[in-house]
């Protein structure tokens, strides 16, 4: 089992920043991959970016160039530095974490999620 806590949120204005963390325990051997998701009101679930246990990445296009993430192993915790945040940037972040096999997804874990708000 893993276990993902989010923290960071918060309020900011537009073309401000924050950081959000993943804070990461249990089983995290079997993860090869952790990532951003987000969720606006009435919108599904979209990716923001993930990184992988080597460290490659990937972002969303509408995020690439303003967002990075990044991973301190030491510390089992994963950062989404958030710059020139925008008010459709507002959504609920989840924390993911993914055990992949061939490529694919073979265990997800979710965290509980942390609320951005950007105010034009």
């Known amino acids: 089992q893993v276990q993902l806590v989010e923290s960071g949120g918060g309020l900011v204005q537009a073309g401000g920043s924050l950081r959000l963390s993943c804070a990461s325990s249990?089983?995290?051997?079997?993860?090869?991959?952790m990532g951003w998701y987000r969720q606006a009101p009435g919108n599904q679930r979209e990716m923001v970016a993930w990184?992988?246990?080597?460290?490659?990445?990937n972002y969303a296009d509408s995020v690439l160039g303003r967002f990075t993430i990044s991973r301190d192993m030491a510390k089992n915790t994963m950062y989404l530095q958030m710059n020139s945040l925008k008010p459709e940037d507002t959504a609920v972040y989840y924390c993911?974490?993914?055990?992949?096999?061939?490529?694919?997804?073979?265990?997800?874990?979710w965290g509980q999620g942390t609320q951005v708000t950007v105010s034009s």
């Open positions: 249990g089983s995290m051997f079997s993860i090869n991959r």
């Open positions: 990184i992988t246990s080597g460290g490659s990445t």
């Open positions: 993911n974490a993914q055990s992949l096999y061939n490529g694919r997804p073979l265990t997800t874990y």
